[in-house]
T-cell receptor, first 109, second 114 residues
Framework: KNEVEQSPQNLTAQEGEFITINCSYS?????LHWLQQHPGGGIVSLFM???GKKKHGRLIATINIQEKHSSLHITASHPRDSAVYIC???????????FGKGTRLHILP | DSGVTQTPKHLITATGQRVTLRCSPR?????VYWYQQSLDQGLQFLIQ???????AKGNILERFSAQQFPDLHSELNLSSLELGDSALYFC?????????????FGPGTRLLVL
């Protein structure tokens, strides 16, 4: 079993839909990051979470430390949100970083 | 533009060869992280340097080595290259160290080993 599991692997939705991507982990962490990778390959950090909830524009990220689970939500999705979304956890025992396999999101106009 | 630069953008080489990838962090950032992204393995953490010292080590092969210089730029050396080393190599930087900081990613170096 992978230490970081993301779901779904692939997601296709219509423009305007509410999107949820999930990340579960099994190790002790100091922080969790959500990353966005566009088709061209560039990676952008969206959120860093150690507790609670953060919001930036149409993006919301939450984390539940007790349940070892995080979600990334996109409201009013748009075709430009089409990308791969990756969660990454920073392990608190040795500062290593483990990535989920990513969720490929495709928003249809 | 993240402010992190990586050179070269693309690299094609043969098995058994040695290459050096270079990363310049954002101005003022002390940490540099190296990552490998291959089609079958996804993103993997290789190694982190903080202010010239190795800080954390991930799945870095013995054939690979890295260092961070006094001007804070970093180099990743890959030797005895194999076909399976073909991948995108990213570096990222952050102001200090630890998971509680945003990382800024470079555009990556695409390595193809033939």
């Amino acid at each position: 079993k992978n230490e970081v599991e993301q779901s779904p692997q692939n997601l296709t939705a219509q423009e305007g839909e509410f999107i949820t991507i999930n990340c579960s982990y099994s190790v002790g962490i100091s922080a969790l990051h959500w990353l966005q990778q566009h088709p061209g390959g560039g990676i952008v950090s969206l959120f860093m979470l150690s507790s609670g909830k953060k919001k930036h524009g149409r993006l919301i990220a939450t984390i539940n430390i007790q349940e070892k689970h995080s979600s990334l939500h996109i409201t009013a999705s748009h075709p430009r949100d089409s990308a791969v979304y990756i969660c990454a956890v920073f392990m608190n025992r040795d500062d290593k970083i483990i990535f989920g396999k990513g969720t490929r999101l495709h928003i249809l106009p | 533009d993240s402010g992190v630069t990586q050179t070269p953008k693309h690299l094609i080489t043969a098995t058994g060869q040695r290459v050096t990838l270079r990363c310049s962090p954002r101005s003022g950032d002390l940490s540099v992280y190296w990552y490998q992204q291959s089609l079958d393995q996804g993103l993997q953490f290789l190694i982190q340097y903080y202010n010239g010292e190795e800080r954390a080590k991930g799945n870095i092969l013995e054939r690979f080595s890295a260092q961070q210089f006094p001007d804070l730029h970093s180099e990743l050396n890959l030797s005895s290259l194999e076909l399976g080393d073909s991948a995108l190599y990213f570096c990222a930087s952050s102001p200090f160290s630890g998971g509680g900081e945003t990382q800024y990613f470079g555009p990556g170096t695409r390595l193809l080993v033939l």
